[in-house]
């Protein structure tokens, strides 16, 4: 039986009061006391020294002694880090006064020691080499961290937070699987990794642990990882409302994941308007694109997987972010998104009379529900036009654009749509606020034909009559009106009874209204004059003004004497002689440029 070196003295003492190991005492249990007084008065280093050794040789023989996988003693039990040690043939045996007697060994062991043993940051080991959860691989757990080996995976330690969320996943037997590397500094220093079989686990002092896996890891990766623009993650990878996909918030944005569109990030300005807009559950969907540049090089966009044809949202400094979608944005893509006269969007899609809507620099883009047709309103308009009422559209190709007042009555209105829709020819119709307020369905029908609508003041007064400030309000009330139908008049306005001048074009252009008047006027709001005039008179009026640009003038109202509607009545005819000399419609939005 193997004894202490400190059993000896001990036992001689016992031998020589007691008259042998199993003798009588030869005086009273008293006498002893001066040999455990003697003991206990040896130096308390001595005493940890031989507690150390004990508890070594004891787990030793607990292991199996020579024939267990530590093999043979190589040499004496020896100091080490406040602890003692002893080396076997495969294996070393650790002990600490606070973690007691455990064995370390292969390439667990390797990895230990080259950390510092006990002596280095992991401490010395709190378990015996054990076999993790399904049996695939090792693990040692140490004072300060836990080093794991799998066949495939080698030996690597995990320590600190990266440690406690790496086990709240399941440690080995998790989905993260075995370390890949150990703790390591992330670039610049501001952190710490561990790559795992399936993820990365990373820390910083002011996001705490979290892991990253899978098609984000790899898109997290592209962007640079912790150093580059998105930083340290803040959340683990977490389902979106609904479960359809993944993400990952990070200090500077957020990577979503879905099957259909794979992994994209998203973040600033652009990020915060999708998340007010319900994120990857909301109308945008997932995002298709990261943030990137516009072609003007001026602003930012993502694209989203949306619903009917996609969607995005646009920043840029002057507008702030803002989305596009559906019918809209297809329109949009169709002029040439940002670098369009629209420019870039003011307004998200917002819901108006009968459709839907998006403001953007230079105008805005409506969509009809009742025809699934979107019209393009431009707000501004050439500084050519400024300071004129304009006659004639400038240009030298055989175009004409028929334009249609509306005042009085609508009488005419849907023989006039019906002969346009007849011939696919577009027109643009000047609307009181007042004529609105008296027919609210009829813009619908003209917006919803594809034409175009213009400003012809609330109330009808001749202008010249009315100070600045009167003016202004005619235009603005009508506008609004126009606007509560659905419908936007700009940037088109004409002068009721063409009554006008240079203060008053100047107050028109001021409301952001460029002034039409018009090249021929047909006359046939006059009526049939008792009997001598017909759709005829009409006709030649229009034919002997024909010139490239010609803005043709007729009404939407009957006679107030007669009841005739002469321009309706004249219109197909003028619609085909037209054509026979060579002219096409437009409508007024040509003499935009």
Known sequence: MRRSRFAVPGMALALALGGGLGGTA????????????????????????????????????????????????????????????????????????????????????????????????????????????????????????????????????????????????????????????????????????????????????????HEVHGAILGEYLAFGGPGGYLGFPLTDETATPGGSGQYNDFERGTVYWSPGTGAHEVHGAIRGRYLELGGPSGVLGFPVTDETGTSDGVGRYNHFSGTNAGSSIFWSPATGAHEVYGAIRAQWAVLGWERSRLCYPTSGEYGITGGRRNDFQQGSILWHAASGRTEVVYTSFPSGLRGVDLERIPTTQKIAALTFDAGANDAALRSILATLAANGVPGTFFLTGDWVNQFPSDPALIYNAGHRIGNHSMTHPDFTTLTDAQIAAEINSAQRTIEAAGGDPLPFFRFPFGARDGRTITDVNAAGYAAIRWTVDTLGWQGTMNGTRGPDFVVQRVMASAQPGEIILMHLGSNPDDGSTLDAAALPQVISQLRAAGYGFVTLDAALG
């Open 26 to 209: 030869l005086a009273p249990p008293v006498a002893a006391t001066p040999a455990v007084a003697a003991h206990r008065s040896l130096p308390a280093s001595i005493v940890a020294e031989q507690a150390g050794d004990d508890a070594i040789a004891q787990h030793y023989e607990q292991l199996g002694g020579s024939a267990s996988f530590l093999g043979a003693a190589i040499g004496g039990t020896y100091d080490i880090a406040g602890g003692r040690a002893k080396d076997y043939t495969a294996g070393t045996v650790y002990w600490s006064p606070g973690t007691g007697a455990h064995e370390v060994h292969g390439a667990i062991r390797g990895e230990y020691l080259a950390f510092g043993g006990p002596g280095g940051y992991l401490g010395f080991p709190l378990t015996d080499e054990t076999a993790t959860p399904g049996g695939s691989g090792q693990y040692n757990d140490f004072e300060r961290g836990t080093v794991y080996w799998s066949p495939g995976t080698g030996a690597h330690e995990v320590h600190g937070a990266i440690r406690g969320e790496y086990l709240a996943f399941g440690g080995p037997g998790g989905y993260l699987g075995f370390p890949l590397t150990d703790e390591t500094a992330t670039p610049g220093g501001s952190g710490q990794y561990n790559d795992f079989e399936r993820g990365t686990v990373y820390w910083s002092p002011g996001t705490g642990a």
